[in-house]
């Protein structure tokens, strides 16, 4: 099978160090993730395009249950190749509270095996990453309309 069709193959695993990235945030400031590092865990979660339904329903599903990632102490940073205008334009329309990062070159999206086949568009994919920097757990299928709060399970569950 061709590398570009087995996303899984290049996944990273529990346990693995979480590659460091900066890139522009909708609002124009620069995230660099190991400066996030330290202050709780952090959910990067890659999806597809902006303002799509899956997209919409899961951004907005992430919103609703938002109150609950902030008593988990979490970040939240989300990830597609569309620019950070595309993002900015998003956060409005559907009021929402988190970063969303511009991975306009793909390289975040690559160094996690997010890029989908011939990098046209990230894939549904979602880490949480431990306060050490390390993957403490990976989603590789995403239900847009439930995975708000199979991520606050497993953040529970993690702060035991």
Same mark, same amino acid.
């Given at each position: 099978?061709w590398?570009?069709?087995?996303?899984?193959?290049?996944?990273?695993?529990?346990?693995?160090?979480?590659?460091?990235?900066?890139?522009?945030?909708?609002?124009?400031?620069?995230?660099?993730?190991?400066?996030?590092?330290?202050?709780?865990?952090?959910?990067?979660? %890659?999806?597809?395009?902006?303002?799509?339904?899956?997209?919409?329903?899961?951004?907005?599903?992430?919103?609703d249950?938002?109150?609950? %990632?902030?008593?988990?102490?979490?970040?939240?940073?989300?990830? &597609?190749?569309? &620019?950070?205008?595309?993002?900015?334009?998003?956060?409005?329309k559907?009021?929402?509270?988190?970063?969303?990062?511009?991975?306009?070159?793909?390289?975040?999206?690559?160094?996690?095996?997010?890029?989908?086949?011939?990098?046209?568009?990230?894939?549904?994919?979602?880490?949480?990453?431990?306060?050490?920097?390390?993957?403490?757990?990976? %989603?590789?299928?995403?239900?847009?309309?439930?995975?708000?709060?199979?991520?606050?399970?497993?953040?529970?569950?993690?702060?035991?």
């Amino acid at each position: 099978m061709w590398a570009w069709f087995s996303r899984e193959a290049e996944l990273l695993k529990v346990g693995d160090v979480a590659p460091d990235f900066s890139a522009v945030a909708h609002d124009r400031t620069v995230v660099r993730l190991n400066d996030c590092l330290g202050h709780g865990p952090i959910v990067l979660y %890659f999806y597809p395009k902006d303002d799509t339904p899956g997209c919409t329903k899961e951004a907005c599903d992430i919103r609703d249950g938002f109150d609950g %990632f902030k008593e988990l102490n979490t970040t939240v940073l989300g990830v &597609s190749f569309d &620019s950070a205008a595309n993002h900015q334009k998003f956060i409005g329309k559907y009021k929402l509270p988190f970063v969303l990062l511009a991975d306009t070159d793909k390289k975040i999206s690559v160094a996690y095996g997010a890029a989908g086949p011939h990098s046209l568009w990230a894939t549904r994919i979602t880490y949480v990453i431990d306060g050490q920097g390390k993957i403490a757990c990976v %989603f590789p299928k995403v239900s847009p309309a439930k995975h708000s709060a199979e991520l606050r399970q497993a953040l529970a569950e993690l702060r035991k």
